[in-house]
């Protein structure tokens, strides 16, 4: 019993050490997530994830050119980051213009909380040099109760949330 946590424990340092960032957000990167995630659905507490995807991202490239792109990806990533801290929340780049939270302890509802206040924050930023720019994401958020679930099923719930956000016209918050 003791073993087994002291284990766990050695598993979690080990873990931590190995996230990795990305290179253009200074958030974790994919394999972290991969990595975190599976750890998550070890413990005892229940586990959400918050799947954000930026709004017609490729229209900001395509008008504004892809540099002033990747100043909106980081500012994004920047709000997100405003809302985690390194343990039970932590901010993934999930991919492209898609990021992640993966938050352990928080109820679907608290995890909704969190995510809805990242989404107006998002609708907040103003960008130097481009007065009307505005940026918004679609938010989906899926909860899996505890050790023993399956991982896949955590990704699929809070992809269809997001699926849905983006169908109901983007920018809304949706739970899985
Ligand atoms: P939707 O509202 O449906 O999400 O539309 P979207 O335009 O955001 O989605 P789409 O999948 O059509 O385009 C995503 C774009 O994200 C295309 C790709 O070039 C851009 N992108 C991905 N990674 C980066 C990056 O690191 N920097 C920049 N500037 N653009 C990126
Ligand atoms: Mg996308
Ligand atoms: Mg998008």
Known sequence: MVDAAIQRIHQHADQLVTRKRDGLLGIFDRGSFESDRTHALTGRLSVALVMVDIDHFKQVNDVLGH??????????????????????????????????????????????????SARVDVEELRFDGYRDLRVTVSVGVGEVPREGSNSAELVRRADAALYRAKAEGRNPCEKG
């Open 67 to 116: 540099s002033v792109g990747d100043e909106v990806l980081r500012a994004v990533a920047k709000v997100l980051t405003s809302k985690c801290d390194g343990r039970n929340r932590v901010e993934y780049r999930y991919g492209g213009e898609e990021l992640a939270l993966i938050l352990t302890g928080d109820d679907a509802a608290r995890a909704t909380e969190v995510a809805e």
